[in-house]
Structure formats: structure tokens, C-alpha cells
């Protein structure tokens, strides 16, 4: 592991952003590379929505002002996904919500980032249920809980 660079006037390559070298590259360069690593590792494992599904939640969105989805991934199991412009500025641009017993929401600043954030709840889902079953369930093998439980 390198050792982190101090970060103060004195440094000999000087405290500007992107000055500080790093096995002979900025810092601000190291860091984008590694978030293109992270990205790309975290695309490899859940995937990215496709084009396709992108363009329908854009013209929904922009025709209704909301996209809803509900999918049957077991029998009688349903996940709902609904991402929906909500009226405010910034970071809470959009309002994302996927559930299925499981409640994951997020406020997201653009509409791309709400599919994205959907999406891996979406994958999370089924994928917590395989791993901890329902969080309704006392445990993992027993659905109801004993009457002195806390």
C-alpha cells in the first residue's frame, strides 16, 4: 500500500488538485482510474439496464411524470419498481423505490442514476431472499417466531 501524501503548501509539487504524484501520476488521475475499476467490477456483476429499458423509463417519465414496473420472479412473488420525478432540485431529482417485503429507496439527481440505483435493488432482491430469506421470517429456516421471542 503507498502512504497517502500530506496534504499541505510546502509539498514540493505544490497543493493544487491533480499536482501531487503518485508513482508518477496526479493524484486526481490515480483516483479516476480507480473509479473506472469500480465501475466497471460493479457493471460486471450486476449488469446495467438496457438501452431499451432506459428509452421506456425516459418517455414514461417524461409522459406520466412516474415508470412503475411489477415483476413476477416466483410464484406469487412480485417485485415493484417505481421511479418517479419528484419536484425538487438537486440530489433529490427523482424518487426511486423497489419492493418486495424488502423496502430499498434512494433520491437520485438525474434519471439515469435512478435506473442505475434501480437496478441493483432490483438484482439485491432475489438475491437476499437466496442468501437470509424474507425479513418477515423469525429466522432463516422458521417463518414464525416463538411467543416469548423479543
Same mark, same amino acid.
Not at 420525478?85 to 418486495?100: D, L, P
Not at 442505475?116 to 435493488?121: D, L
Given at each position: #500500500?503507498?502512504? @497517502?501524501?500530506? /496534504?499541505?503548501? $510546502?509539498?514540493?509539487? +505544490?497543493?493544487?488538485? +491533480? &499536482?501531487?504524484?503518485? *508513482? ?6 490515480? #483516483? #479516476? ?12 456483476? /450486476? ?5 431499451g429499458k432506459l428509452d421506456q423509463i ?14 413476477? %420472479?416466483?410464484? $406469487?412473488? &412480485? ?7 419528484? +419536484? *425538487? ?6 424518487? /426511486?423505490r423497489v419492493e418486495c417485503d424488502y &423496502?430499498? *429507496?434512494?433520491? @437520485? ?6 435506473c442505475e440505483i434501480a437496478h441493483i435493488?432490483?438484482?439485491? /432482491?432475489?438475491?437476499? %431472499?437466496? *442468501?437470509?430469506? %424474507?425479513? $418477515? %421470517?423469525? $429466522? ?11
Amino acid at each position: #500500500m503507498l502512504p @497517502c501524501p500530506r /496534504v499541505n503548501d $510546502s509539498m514540493p509539487n +505544490g497543493p493544487e488538485l +491533480g &499536482v501531487y504524484k503518485i *508513482e508518477g501520476r496526479s493524484l486526481l488521475a490515480t #483516483m #479516476m482510474k480507480l473509479g473506472r475499476l469500480l465501475l466497471g467490477i460493479r457493471a460486471r456483476l /450486476v449488469g446495467r439496464p438496457s438501452p431499451g429499458k432506459l428509452d421506456q423509463i425516459r418517455q414514461a417519465v417524461d409522459r406520466d411524470g412516474r415508470w412503475e414496473e411489477h415483476v413476477e %420472479w416466483r410464484i $406469487s412473488t &412480485v417485485t415493484s419498481t417505481l421511479i418517479e420525478r419528484t +419536484g *425538487e432540485r438537486g440530489y433529490r431529482k427523482y424518487h /426511486v423505490r423497489v419492493e418486495c417485503d424488502y &423496502v430499498f *429507496e434512494a433520491h @437520485c439527481p438525474t434519471l439515469a442514476r435512478a435506473c442505475e440505483i434501480a437496478h441493483i435493488y432490483e438484482y439485491l /432482491v432475489p438475491r437476499l %431472499w437466496q *442468501e437470509f430469506g %424474507w425479513p $418477515s %421470517w423469525a $429466522s432463516r429456516s422458521k417463518i414464525d417466531a416463538d411467543s416469548d421471542a423479543v
